[in-house]
């Protein structure tokens, strides 16, 4: 009988934030895959328990993916962890989850902690309709690029940011939105815990104010006012013209189909149309 591979839910700071459920499947799976195998046996340490571990990284995952599914096929049930957090969002796991799937082999989620929804929860912004969009690229023309098309969105934008580059997200903020709502979210769970809200330049003065406050892990969430949100309905073709200006054609319908959840083969037809425009 082939196993059976989880995709566990592990808390993002506050350790008793664990479920039950995920105990219970981490004490009794035959593996526990994890992002940093160091990282996660702290956390199995503070359960009491002691598993054989396999690292999987965005490094390793596609060669880790075909050991992973033979064990599977012999038998062996599998736990697959991120650092934090629900795995696979803006985390490993994401060719794993194909190669099993693409086996017919079973998945089964383990719901917990997501630091997206934890922010979510306790921002302040409208919760009704909201958008993941994970990191933002390191490439500056491509941030610039990814940022002028969420000006296009209505609902609530939500993103993640590390504490080296926050700073420059709320200056190139600032700049495309000056008037957005902006709520930083950090250290959540932990004894640090801010919600810092208010526009990207008064999130950037406290900043100049307490050094500190820029440290740690981000959820940003953006909110613009009603009415530019009512005016900023997106629109595929400013959408595709806004990105063609900024990167190579296929990037550009990537990126779109990742934005407005379209059908690629109709964007992309619709961008050749446009360069010939």
Known sequence: MSGVLYIVATPIGNL?????????????????AAEDTRHSQRLLA???????????????ERE?????????HNGQ????????????ISDPGYPLLQAVIDAGLKVVPVPGVSSVITALSAAGVPTDHFCFHGFLPHKNAERIARLKALQLLSGSQI????????????????????DCHVVLAKE??????????GT????LLWFEQDAA????EFVVLLHQPAAASQTSQLDNERLLTLLMAEMPLKKAVKIACEISGGRKNELYQQALELQQV
């Open 16 to 32: 008793d934030d664990i479920t039950l459920r995920a105990i219970e499947v981490l004490r009794d799976v035959d593996i526990v």
């Open 46 to 60: 503070h359960l009491g328990l002691r598993k054989k571990m396999l690292s999987l990284h965005e490094h390793n």
């Open 64 to 72: 880790r993916s075909t050991q992973i599914v033979k064990y599977l």
């Open 77 to 88: 049930t599998i736990a697959l962890v991120s650092d934090a957090g629900t795995p696979l």
């Open 159 to 178: 993103l993640l940011e590390s504490t080296h580059r926050i700073e420059r997200l709320l200056q190139q903020i600032d700049e495309l939105m000056p």
């Open 188 to 197: 959540l769970t932990k004894r640090h815990e801010r919600f810092l809200r």
């Open 200 to 203: 990207a330049a008064e999130c």
């Open 213 to 216: 406050l820029s440290k740690g």
